[in-house]
């Protein structure tokens, strides 16, 4: 969050108090999606005056007001929590861990997801890219690539693992779109996930800096295929869909993704079959 500018004036008026944190909160998130103020107050059905003193601190939007607002910022839930709690309302979302009871459901769900996309691979991962679960076929690409299974047990980020040096890159045929592309999809995912933000920023100095740039001229292709490289000369080729859960009221739910890899052509299917079946039951 910006820091709150300071005033050496008198506290006579409420003009000359620091904005609260839930006007902070607002603004950032409407500067972080590079929308205007007349926009945004459009969008809500205000005049454009009032979401300024909302935005200033001046006037204290109703609980209402902030649902309407996050709503119309396409906030994510976390940040829809804390916002509501800055300024003195309940939370609206649960925030259970994967492993509560009352998730059972997407614990199956995603467990059928892994399942049925074998022997291909798929992943579940949450909004900051953290690998949570994956099946037997990433488990078989993975060793096929030379990483050493643990890599999977826990505390693997798929961002850091492809763009840090000496990283999955090194794996890639033509690395270079295909990590430009990964690279802007996170930037842009990030305006809605600050622990994604958080390692975006970390990553940043270390990457060189025509991935910075914008995402150079793509081919004429429906995909972005990614070729890989396996630790004995052949390549795999894949193309990516994702699935989410619709209208997550919890906000562990509304991090999870699940990425299934589609092989591109009939050797890369040939040669994950083989390699699932390699693996041990």
Not at 140 to 149: F, S
Request: charged share 20%.
């Amino acid at each position: 969050m910006q820091p709150m500018r300071t005033s050496t004036a008198s506290v006579t008026t409420s003009a000359a108090t620091p904005p609260a944190v839930p006007a902070a909160a607002i603004r950032q998130l409407r500067q972080q999606r590079r929308i205007s103020q007349l926009e945004l107050s459009m969008r809500v059905g205000v005049s454009q005056r009032h979401l300024s003193c909302i935005e200033t601190g001046r006037a204290r939007p109703s609980r209402e007001m902030l649902h309407a607002l996050l709503d119309a910022l396409d906030a994510p839930l976390a940040e829809r929590n804390d916002t509501l709690l800055a300024a003195g309302y309940a939370p609206a979302y649960t925030r259970r861990t994967l492993a509560d009871a009352e998730l059972a459901p997407v614990r199956n769900a995603l467990a059928h997801l892994l399942a049925a996309h074998d022997p291909a691979p798929a992943l579940v991962m949450d909004d900051a890219w953290n690998l949570l679960q994956a099946n037997r076929g990433l488990q078989a690409l993975m060793g096929l690539l030379g990483v050493p299974p643990q890599a999977l047990d826990g505390g693997l980020n798929f961002l850091r693992a492809l763009l840090v040096p000496g990283g999955l890159a090194g794996s890639l045929v033509d690395p270079l779109p295909v990590c430009a592309e990964v690279w802007q999809r996170a930037q842009r995912e990030a305006v809605h996930s600050p622990a994604l933000r958080a390692i975006c920023d970390e990553l940043r100095p270390q990457l060189p800096r025509r991935l910075l740039a914008p995402a150079p001229e793509r081919p004429t292709l429906p995909l972005l295929e990614t070729a890989l490289r396996t630790v004995d000369g052949q390549v795999l080729r894949f193309f990516s869909v994702f699935t989410t859960f619709g209208a997550p009221l919890d906000v562990t739910v509304a991090s999870l993704r699940v990425e299934h890899f589609f092989p591109a052509d009939e050797a890369t299917r040939a040669q994950m079959v083989h390699a699932v079946a390699r693996l041990p039951t």
